[in-house]
């Protein structure tokens, strides 16, 4: 069969040829004329994808150096932090907290649930001096959806010191983010996800109150030091040589958001959501997450006498379809299916009729086209 | 006339179109056996370019962050270290040892000259208990090639646990670098100079001594944590998402520097060098290095009666083409020809007729075509 690479996992995903084509500009030198007017584009499409009026930090990193550099910037050594973990990228917060020496509490979730916001009000009235609360807003490795609004609205409630601090990774540019009416103060995500584009670049929005904590620290930091970042915005450029072809995709990338429009993005992803979880609930299959707690850009779906492994091989094999294993402990029953950036309802019909074929393959008994069946009657709706 | 963009900065350097080829591959997985594969394959090119057997580390940043790396893992708070300044980049070595509080002693050397061995000489004598020796090989700001085989000689001679650090930007790749005959134990470049590709990655070879001082090391870091990327690469992976799509384009990179033979990539960069030299020295502008230090990769010329900006804006103005100034207080009378990575004789001598043309306009005495008759005799030779 001629060779096809569907890639659906939950990033990287695919490139958008017009993305593509952008990133075939002939390179130019990073403190040139082009690069300044490149700087100066994509501000207000950033800034729209955060949902904020302030600055947004791009770092030419994966997006854990983004997450890395919220620690360093905003925390000393010894600040008590609240970390709330719901999956593998939670965690691996609390473990960047842990390896630059913060006193780290964690709200513990079980894995494939949303926080309990309440849960937070509780540990935070009881613990107000929190100096920080970090939060996944898209837990990828489950493809749950925190409540970052409402955390937010309780973090306020408590407290106008406590910094709150945000992985957007795998939502910014898929689910709507609002940083500012949330009052979310560091709010991070990467380039390969909802964003469009390869890896290879972090962004990062910092409020007003974050930078009056991130000018007076004075912890030990370079490449990823914010106030260098902040002095060169003003001049429309960064500090150091930036992934400077990446950029120049990000100007179309958000160039097609705004095009589409932020809300429909946002409708296509949770209609993209919807569409997924009707044809697996269709085809008798269990979901990992609730429909409350489930993310508009990736659904884990949780198997039963096939393991993960077996599926998404013969898959790739055969179609070139590329799905994601669950985390840890998760990994041989779940599979995880990445609806975000560039994909469209008929991508996801097309990944539901290649897993019903796999399905069928590894013997499970389902009635063909039963679970396109379930897409498309959301989509027709 | 019809738009051109002939870019002979000092990096970033233009992109040949078989690598933007390879680098429109369709994206896949970071996690995925095409990636597996493609770290695979990269190992023993990228050994070859530093010239070790040791493993060469991959990070998804800017070479800023590869020299930081260095000093994260490799040094502790308060450690003895002296660092030789020969220009800008000498110099954000010394300022990223002092932001990580090292105890940091300099040779400053007038800009645009070389390091004298014999002064690190007398130093370590001096001093025999440094921890480590931070060098520029190219010292880009200035086109000055430091001695690294010389100082390294040097260092082993003193003492067998200093550590010798090496920022590789703009030469590995244009320049013979031959990491373990010289006793580098940290080596790092950039991928947007003489590796032919656009910014966002860097790159550090690590010897067995620099291993085990950062296996032992207990600083805070977690991106940068070497100890990562060692694990990941003994099975062909990378700790955090890569940027793919460069990696695919170095996959291409080295196999065009081996399709050509490292010698003679070495060679060509060196003839250009020389095509330079003689071309500007018959125009009658003067050379900021000497022949002993000037650096095969870029050639900084000193004006009279021009300002580097006048001659810049008129060249880029008029033909696209793209020069780099002087650094610092050499700003205005310096500009910086880079010629490295996807260069070749043919467009020095393309570089060398247009600056005739700038400078005759300029109001300069030149006989139009001497630059270029000198260029030509030195590829004739």
């Not at 937070?120 to 493809?143: I, M, N, Q, R």
């Not at 290649?354 to 063909?368: A, H, V």
């Amino acid at each position: 069969m001629v060779e096809t690479n569907i890639l659906r996992i939950p990033g990287p995903t695919p490139i958008h040829p017009r993305i593509e084509r952008a990133m075939n500009t002939p390179i130019f030198g990073h403190r040139s004329q082009e690069m300044k007017d490149l700087m100066q584009s994509v501000k207000h499409g950033l800034k729209l994808s955060f949902g904020t009026e302030n600055e947004v930090i791009i770092l030419t990193s994966s997006g854990t150096s983004g997450l890395e550099a919220t620690v360093v910037n905003a925390t000393s050594p010894g600040d008590y932090v609240l970390v709330l973990v719901t999956g593998a990228f939670g965690n691996r917060f609390a473990q960047i907290c842990e390896a630059y020496e913060l006193n780290v509490h964690r709200i513990d979730v079980e894995w494939g649930q949303a926080v309990d916001p309440e849960q937070v009000k509780d540990y935070l009235s009881e613990h107000p001096h929190v100096k920080a609360v970090f939060a996944t807003y898209c837990e990828t490795s489950t493809g749950v959806l925190n409540r970052i609004d409402k955390i937010g609205e309780i973090i306020q409630d408590v407290s106008n010191e406590t910094l709150f601090i945000v992985d957007g990774v795998s939502a910014v540019g898929g689910a709507k983010a609002e940083m500012d009416a949330w009052g979310v103060d560091l709010f991070v995500t990467g380039s390969q996800k909802a964003m469009m584009l390869p890896p290879g670049l972090s962004f990062v929005a910092v409020s007003e109150r974050a930078w009056e904590v991130i000018e007076a620290n004075n912890r030990p930091r370079f490449y990823l030091d914010f106030r260098k970042y902040r002095q060169s915005l003003a001049d429309d450029a960064t500090p150091f040589t930036p992934a400077v072809s990446l950029i120049i995709g990000l100007q179309e990338a958000l160039m097609m958001f705004q095009e589409e429009g932020y809300e429909e993005v946002y409708n296509r992803h949770l209609r993209m959501k919807e569409m997924t979880r009707a044809a697996i609930r269709a085809l008798g299959v269990s979901l990992l997450a609730s429909d409350e707690d489930a993310s508009p850009t990736v659904t884990s779906l949780v198997l039963d006498g096939v393991t993960s492994e077996e599926l998404r091989s013969l898959l790739k094999k055969q179609f070139g379809l590329s799905l994601a294993g669950g985390p840890g402990q998760l990994k041989e029953k779940v599979v995880r299916i990445g609806h975000m950036g560039y994909c469209s309802p008929a991508d996801v019909l097309q990944v539901i009729s290649l897993l019903e074929i796999g399905l069928i393959q590894l013997g499970k008994d389902i009635d063909r086209g039963t679970g396109v069946a379930a897409a498309q009657d959301i989509y027709l709706k």
